[in-house]
């Protein structure tokens, strides 16, 4: 087997393989972030920003799927926080374990698990692979053996099958629990955006003439009087005439004297066809149809 054409193909293998874990540890993050905060009402937070609290407990119209609006949003939250945090993770990994007194991983690269997974090839292959220009005795005898220890071997070994399997268990693990939410609507009791707001300083101002227990008025050197209250007397037992005396205002007579001089005139008769409607007549409600057209018969009978 050519050695090159094998090296090239694991090489592929891996980065491929390095890919399917970023994606797997993206999407079990990603989704186990969304699964704590659907369960923890976190969208309910939304309520406190104006522009998303409209979109607060509604969902789009999808038959048998209720996924909120709020719900979305924190979806593409969740994400921006799982890569920042993968990203960060990934660039200081050295100094993350280092820091917590631990070995840091290496990166393997396909020779390196390659060599792990068959021990016969360790160093020999990276060697016959760094010769492979050279003609003499000892690299042609080595390229040789190496050709035919390399033979059935496929690059398809060089996933760790371990950590495929446990990403792929985490995604699904929870997205059937988010599809089981989005499906029967579960959440649990925790109201944070009422917590908050219950947390938050009040900044109502008191007003030192206004009792909170009863809202009335306190302040007893304050003079006022309630709208609706005639102000009648302000000592018992003391009565005040309030009748109006004679001559002062308008009688009703004087009102209708101006209106008494003329006489009335009847509007002028109309068929009631011409008055019709036929628009009207096509859109009556439904069943209300014959009582209506009967109010309007007897309307024509009587005009």
């Known amino acids: 087997m050519d050695i090159k054409n094998f090296v090239l193909e694991n090489e592929a293998h891996v980065r491929q393989n390095k890919r399917l874990y970023k994606i797997l540890d993206f999407l079990s993050v990603t989704l186990f972030l969304l699964l704590v905060a659907v369960l923890l009402n976190i969208g309910d937070l939304f309520k406190l920003i104006p522009f998303l609290e409209p979109y607060v407990g509604l969902s789009p ?4 799927f209720q996924i ?25 990994r050295s100094k993350i374990y280092i820091w917590v007194g631990k070995v840091p991983p ?25 010769n ?11 390229k040789q053996q190496i050709s035919k220890d ?44 009422s ?23 306190v302040n007893e050197s304050a003079s006022s009087v309630a709208v609706g209250t005639p102000p009648i007397s302000e000592d018992p037992g003391i009565d005040i005439d309030v009748t109006l005396p004679p001559g002062s205002g308008f009688g009703p ?7 008494d001089n003329k006489t009335f005139e009847p509007s002028k008769y109309y068929p ?23 109010y309007f018969e007897k309307l024509a009978e009587t005009s």
């Open 195 to 217: 917590e908050i707001t219950r947390r938050l300083p009040d900044f109502s101002v008191d007003r030192p003439d206004v009792d909170p227990n009863n809202n009335t008025t």
């Open 61 to 64: 119209d999808i038959p048998f």
């Open 272 to 294: 009631p066809e011409s008055l019709s409607s036929t628009h009207f007549y096509d859109t009556l409600p439904e069943g209300y149809a014959d009582l209506i057209k009967n």
């Open 150 to 193: 390399i033979e059935g071997i496929s690059g398809k070994e060089l996933m760790n099958k371990k950590k495929a399997r446990s990403g792929a268990i985490a995604v699904a693990v929870s997205g059937i629990l988010l599809l089981a939410i989005f499906f029967t609507g579960f959440t649990s009791p925790i109201d944070p955006a």
């Open 253 to 259: 007579g004087e009102l209708l004297n101006e209106s």
């Open 68 to 92: 909120r609006y709020d719900t979305i949003i924190l979806l593409f939250i969740c994400a921006g926080v799982t890569y920042a945090a993968l990203y960060l993770y990934r660039r200081y």
């Open 132 to 142: 492979l220009e050279d003609n003499n005795v000892i690299a042609a005898d080595l």
């Open 106 to 130: 290496k990166d393997e690269n396909s020779f390196d698990i390659m060599e792990r997974l068959h021990p016969e090839l360790k160093d020999r292959l990276r060697t016959a692979y760094d």
